[in-house]
């Protein structure tokens, strides 16, 4: 321990002697260990912090019944969930919830209604997930029961901000779907139920949840709750499994209409350890191939930085070859020095971790406040936690070896007479000539800057791609604006009124050419899909007929700058008419009609009548991604229909900002209880839509930029170095007639050497890292021509400057100061 503390004070007196060589270091460090801790915080807190106050959640289990068109992980009906319960004797307890929007206040003259989520739950909600109410009281198996009071548990941080945690709450009546409801507990602080990032305002029965409306109907074709068991004490997953697919083969027997999909096949029932739920399963791969290539760059600069500490260890180590050498003259072994030089590595590493910490606390707190354009509050908990510092250490230990071990290694190498007798004859002949692991080193940084800067650039490539995509509508002189509204509390006549009267006022606003309503947006997150039938059109014995499909009000098409093909817009009169009429678009004619006139010919919902005539044709457009292939649409007239319009369109001659900045005080004056969750332009939704593709592409680029930045202080310094012992060669170089210029291309030659071997080895890493971007890239092939090129021609002419810069200064001095070089 002794031998310990003098290694620490003598490194921080070997700092102090190089204040710069000690800053350099450590805010490398910082900035690669702040960038690794920050995105790892994130990954920790969508994929692997536990939700807070569930008990044993290695004990919970997610179950899924596969869906209609196939896919495994989808939802299960409330009935499905009350006979897996009596089934599965493995599960001491089955609970399920699903998400339910709702808007909340909105009295004249009072708060602004606002939309919020919550949670609709079966009774035994809490229960099973072991969390205590500490407020209040959980629910009772009887409120779970049809023709029970209605009441709600509220969330902890909707009861501080809504009414500033006044405990008086318990017992009292709100307004909640424009219903009164009890209030019975607030849950625990913290809890936030099993989906990060949302934050529930409360949690209701299914029975209540029924009653405002939030809640799917009680019917076994109804799939619209995530359902969570609990293990009994000593029963496996596996035995739960098993049960509940034989669960699963009674229900096909007992309900085949609704336990069939669309390939004649018995749904099927899986099962996952809770904690792999956490994210959807359905884009968990998605998520998780993303997170992968977000620690790989940062853990690709942290290298580089690596490296460039390294390269300067070397050179320190040089510096100190008779300190070392005397120090092994008096007794020190081997290994005592190199524990020693250990030592001053990991204490810069120590340092830096410190202060990546720090950097990365300030990054996920930019982070976390981030407000992502969701109807919805969406808040990811990314402050760092043990684990985090666990991670930050562990990389701090690395990165400490990493950077430290070979300097110690090679610097501890050289024999004691060779190191006290080498101290002017080093620096020339063969000796100076010899770039060695520095080269090595400066060689790898420019690799992985290459890897960096090529998928940054095929992202930004794919984005500029993306851009130039049509998305089927007129993006300039565009205002959307979305609307909440509860169905229990508005019934259909109230919101054809409050309708006719938005688009009324609207309309009358200065450059409003359009007005119009539609219940999704073209690349919103509200789409959905429902069975058609076609006249003149038999399916296949196994064909999913599930088509995306929206509603939408009178003079959509014009508001949306959609030029129809064939036929008319939705109008007016559609109001009054007897027959219910459609839009679809050129795609859906193309697969079903064989590109025959589709005026006049009917659909059908499902296998019910063909009572819905095609009045127009729209050109195919984006409706899900930008990146889809063309697919089927059909649009229906919402004045025919019971749907809520929830998004208003406006198209506007010249300036946007007027009529959004009218939008809410309008719809406030119409009807206070109705909310406005977002107002934006055309060009928002279109960069929403490509919003990975955006956090990608200036993550990427911004890692790139730094690590490529960093790679060129490195082959600068290893440069520069190389150059200052070859002084007294150059010094007679240029004594015997060598000219300036021959000298600085003998030096940028060499460099160059070492540059142009690491790039073309970076390259070809880059061309395998590019597949795994493959996911994200619109329209650009991972093997992108440009995107090489250009990566390679700005490396390298870097690199030429880095080397070019120290070759020229010390081809300018004078010869006789150079041979007197020591």
Same mark, same amino acid.
């Given at each position: 321990?002794?031998?310990?503390?003098?290694?620490?004070?003598?490194?921080?007196?070997?700092?102090?002697?190089?204040?710069?060589?000690?800053?350099?270091?450590?805010?490398?460090?910082?900035?690669?260990?702040?960038?690794?801790?920050?995105?790892?915080?994130?990954?920790?807190?969508?994929?692997?912090?536990?939700?807070?106050?569930?008990?044993?959640?290695?004990?919970?289990?997610?179950? =899924?019944?596969?869906?209609?068109?196939?896919?495994?992980?989808?939802?299960?009906?409330?009935?499905?969930?009350?006979?897996?319960?009596?089934?599965?004797?493995?599960?001491?307890?089955?609970? $399920?919830?699903?998400?339910?929007?709702?808007?909340?206040?909105?009295?004249?003259?009072?708060?602004?209604?606002?939309?919020?989520?919550?949670?609709?739950?079966?009774?035994?909600?809490?229960?099973?997930?072991?969390?205590?109410?500490?407020?209040?009281?959980?629910?009772?198996?009887?409120?779970?029961?049809?023709?029970?009071?209605?009441?709600?548990?509220?969330?902890?941080?909707?009861?501080?901000?809504? =009414?500033?945690?006044?405990?008086?709450?318990?017992?009292?009546?709100?307004?909640?779907?424009?219903?009164?409801?009890?209030?019975?507990?607030?849950?625990?602080?913290?809890?936030?139920?099993?989906?990060?990032?949302?934050?529930?305002?409360?949690?209701?029965?299914?029975? @209540?949840?029924?009653?405002?409306?939030?809640?799917?109907?009680?019917?076994?074709?109804?799939?619209?709750?995530?359902?969570? &068991?609990?293990?009994?004490?000593?029963?496996?997953?596996?035995?739960?499994?098993?049960?509940?697919?034989?669960?699963?083969?009674?229900?096909?027997?007992?309900?085949?209409?609704?336990?069939?999909?669309?390939?004649?096949?018995?749904?099927?029932?899986?099962?996952?350890?809770?904690?792999? $739920?956490?994210?959807?399963?359905?884009?968990?791969?998605?998520?998780?191939?993303?997170?992968?290539?977000?620690?790989?760059?940062?853990?690709?600069?942290? %290298?580089? &930085?690596?490296?460039?500490?390294?390269?300067?260890?070397?050179?320190?180590?040089?510096?100190?070859?008779?300190?070392?050498?005397?120090?092994?003259?008096?007794?020190?072994?081997?290994?005592?020095?190199?524990?020693?030089?250990?030592?001053?590595?990991?204490?810069?590493?120590?340092?830096?971790?410190?202060? &990546?910490?720090?950097?990365?606390?300030?990054?996920?707190?930019?982070?976390?406040?981030?407000?992502?354009?969701?109807?919805?509050?969406?808040?990811?908990?990314?402050?760092?936690?043990?684990?985090?510092?666990?991670?930050?250490?562990?990389?701090?230990? *690395?990165?400490?070896?990493?950077?430290?071990?070979?300097?110690?290694?090679?610097?501890?190498?050289?024999?004691?007479?060779?190191?006290?007798?080498?101290?002017? $004859?080093?620096?020339?002949?063969?000796?100076?000539?010899?770039?060695?692991?520095?080269?090595?080193?400066?060689?790898?940084?420019?690799?992985?800057?290459?890897?960096?800067?090529?998928?940054?650039?095929?992202?930004?490539?794919?984005?500029?791609?993306?851009?130039?995509?049509?998305?089927?509508?007129?993006?300039?002189?565009?205002?959307?604006?979305?609307?909440?509204?509860?169905?229990?509390?508005?019934?259909?006549?109230?919101?054809?009124?409050?309708?006719?009267?938005?688009?009324?006022?609207?309309?009358? %606003?200065?450059?409003?050419?359009?007005?119009?309503?539609?219940?999704?947006?073209?690349?919103?997150?509200?789409?959905?899909?429902?069975?058609?039938?076609?006249?003149?059109?038999?399916?296949?014995?196994?064909?999913?007929?599930?088509?995306?499909?929206?509603?939408?009000?009178?003079?959509?098409?014009?508001?949306?700058?959609?030029?129809?093909?064939?036929?008319?817009?939705?109008?007016?009169?559609?109001?009054?008419?007897?027959?219910?009429?459609?839009?679809?678009?050129? $795609?859906?004619?193309?697969? =079903?009609?064989?590109?025959?006139?589709?005026?006049?010919?009917?659909?059908?919902?499902?296998?019910?009548?063909?009572?819905?005539?095609?009045?127009?044709?729209?050109?195919?457009?984006?409706?899900?991604?930008?990146?889809?292939?063309?697919?089927?649409?059909?649009?229906?007239?919402?004045?025919?229909?019971?749907?809520?319009?929830?998004?208003?369109?406006?198209?506007?001659?010249?300036?946007?900002?007027?009529?959004?900045?009218?939008?809410?005080?309008?719809?406030?004056?119409?009807?206070?209880?109705?909310?406005?969750?977002?107002?934006?332009?055309?060009?928002?939704?279109?960069?929403?839509?490509? %919003?990975?593709?955006?956090?990608?592409?200036?993550?990427?680029?911004?890692?790139?930029?730094?690590?490529?930045?960093?790679?060129?202080?490195?082959? =600068?310094?290893?440069?520069?170095?190389?150059?200052?012992?070859?002084?007294?060669?150059?010094?007679?170089?240029?004594?015997?007639?060598?000219?300036?210029?021959?000298?600085?291309?003998?030096?940028?030659?060499?460099?160059?050497?070492?540059?142009?071997?690491?790039?073309?080895?970076? @390259?070809?890493?880059?061309?395998?890292?590019?597949? *795994?971007?493959?996911? %994200?890239?619109?329209?650009?092939?991972?093997?992108?021509?440009?995107?090489?090129?250009?990566?390679?021609?700005?490396?390298?002419?870097?690199?030429? *400057?880095?080397?070019?810069?120290?070759?020229?200064?010390?081809?300018?001095?004078?010869?006789?100061?150079?041979?007197?070089?020591?």
């Amino acid at each position: 321990m002794t031998a310990l503390f003098g290694d620490v004070r003598h490194t921080f007196r070997q700092l102090r002697r190089g204040p710069g060589f000690a800053v350099a270091a450590v805010l490398t460090l910082a900035l690669g260990i702040g960038a690794n801790t920050a995105i790892f915080s994130a990954v920790n807190g969508l994929l692997l912090r536990p939700p807070p106050g569930v008990r044993a959640l290695d004990d919970l289990v997610a179950i =899924y019944t596969s869906d209609y068109s196939g896919p495994a992980f989808g939802a299960s009906s409330l009935p499905d969930v009350e006979d897996f319960s009596a089934g599965t004797p493995a599960l001491s307890g089955i609970t $399920a919830y699903t998400i339910a929007p709702v808007v909340f206040g909105g009295t004249a003259g009072g708060r602004a209604a606002a939309l919020v989520a919550g949670q609709v739950v079966t009774a035994n909600y809490f229960d099973v997930l072991g969390v205590r109410i500490t407020t209040g009281r959980s629910f009772s198996k009887a409120e779970g029961e049809p023709g029970s009071p209605a009441v709600v548990i509220l969330g902890d941080a909707f009861w501080q901000s809504r =009414y500033g945690g006044d405990p008086s709450i318990l017992g009292r009546v709100i307004q909640l779907a424009g219903q009164p409801v009890t209030v019975i507990g607030v849950a625990p602080a913290g809890f936030t139920g099993l989906l990060p990032g949302i934050v529930p305002a409360f949690f209701t029965t299914t029975v @209540t949840g029924g009653r405002l409306g939030l809640a799917s109907p009680d019917e076994r074709g109804s799939r619209g709750s995530f359902v969570i &068991g609990r293990l009994a004490t000593g029963a496996t997953l596996r035995q739960a499994s098993d049960q509940l697919g034989r669960v699963a083969a009674s229900l096909h027997e007992r309900h085949p209409g609704e336990w069939t999909d669309v390939r004649d096949e018995p749904r099927r029932v899986t099962v996952l350890p809770a904690s792999n $739920a956490l994210v959807p399963p359905q884009v968990r791969g998605p998520v998780t191939a993303f997170v992968a290539v977000l620690m790989a760059v940062v853990g690709a600069v942290l %290298l580089i &930085g690596c490296a460039n500490i390294a390269n300067l260890l070397l050179a320190r180590a040089t510096a100190r070859r008779r300190e070392i050498a005397v120090r092994t003259a008096i007794g020190a072994t081997r290994g005592r020095l190199i524990r020693q030089l250990l030592t001053e590595s990991m204490i810069l590493a120590g340092i830096g971790g410190v202060i &990546g910490v720090a950097l990365a606390y300030v990054l996920t707190r930019l982070l976390a406040g981030v407000e992502l354009p969701l109807p919805v509050e969406v808040r990811l908990n990314v402050t760092p936690d043990l684990r985090v510092l666990a991670f930050a250490a562990l990389v701090s230990v *690395l990165a400490g070896v990493l950077f430290g071990l070979a300097p110690a290694l090679l610097a501890t190498r050289r024999t004691i007479s060779a190191s006290l007798r080498d101290h002017s $004859a080093s620096g020339s002949g063969a000796a100076g000539r010899k770039l060695g692991l520095r080269a090595l080193l400066a060689g790898g940084q420019i690799s992985v800057a290459v890897v960096l800067l090529v998928a940054g650039g095929l992202l930004v490539r794919s984005l500029r791609s993306a851009q130039s995509i049509d998305p089927g509508f007129r993006v300039n002189g565009m205002v959307f604006a979305s609307l909440a509204q509860d169905d229990a509390a508005s019934s259909p006549d109230r919101r054809a009124v409050f309708a006719r009267t938005l688009r009324q006022r609207l309309d009358a %606003l200065p450059g409003v050419r359009a007005v119009s309503f539609v219940r999704a947006l073209p690349l919103s997150l509200g789409q959905s899909r429902r069975s058609f039938s076609v006249e003149g059109y038999t399916p296949g014995r196994t064909e999913d007929m599930e088509l995306y499909s929206t509603f939408a009000g009178p003079g959509f098409f014009t508001a949306m700058g959609i030029p129809l093909l064939r036929g008319r817009d939705f109008d007016d009169a559609d109001a009054t008419s007897d027959l219910r009429v459609a839009v679809v678009n050129q $795609a859906f004619i193309d697969r =079903y009609m064989n590109g025959r006139d589709p005026i006049g010919r009917r659909l059908g919902n499902g296998s019910g009548p063909l009572d819905i005539e095609i009045v127009g044709l729209a050109p195919t457009g984006k409706y899900v991604s930008l990146g889809e292939d063309p697919v089927p649409f059909v649009w229906l007239s919402s004045s025919q229909a019971a749907a809520v319009s929830s998004t208003i369109v406006i198209r506007v001659d010249g300036a946007v900002a007027p009529a959004a900045s009218a939008i809410r005080g309008i719809v406030g004056d119409i009807d206070p209880s109705v909310a406005v969750t977002s107002i934006g332009t055309a060009g928002q939704q279109l960069a929403f839509a490509l %919003l990975p593709q955006r956090i990608g592409a200036w993550l990427l680029g911004l890692f790139g930029a730094l690590g490529l930045t960093l790679a060129m202080v490195g082959i =600068y310094g290893v440069m520069a170095f190389a150059v200052s012992r070859r002084t007294r060669e150059i010094g007679v170089r240029l004594a015997l007639g060598a000219r300036s210029a021959d000298v600085v291309r003998m030096v940028v030659v060499q460099g160059m050497r070492v540059a142009t071997i690491a790039a073309l080895a970076g @390259t070809i890493l880059a061309a395998g890292a590019a597949q *795994l971007l493959r996911f %994200l890239l619109f329209d650009t092939q991972p093997l992108d021509p440009p995107t090489f090129v250009g990566v390679i021609g700005l490396v390298l002419g870097v690199s030429l *400057l880095a080397n070019w810069l120290p070759a020229r200064r010390t081809a300018a001095v004078d010869p006789v100061d150079a041979l007197r070089y020591d």
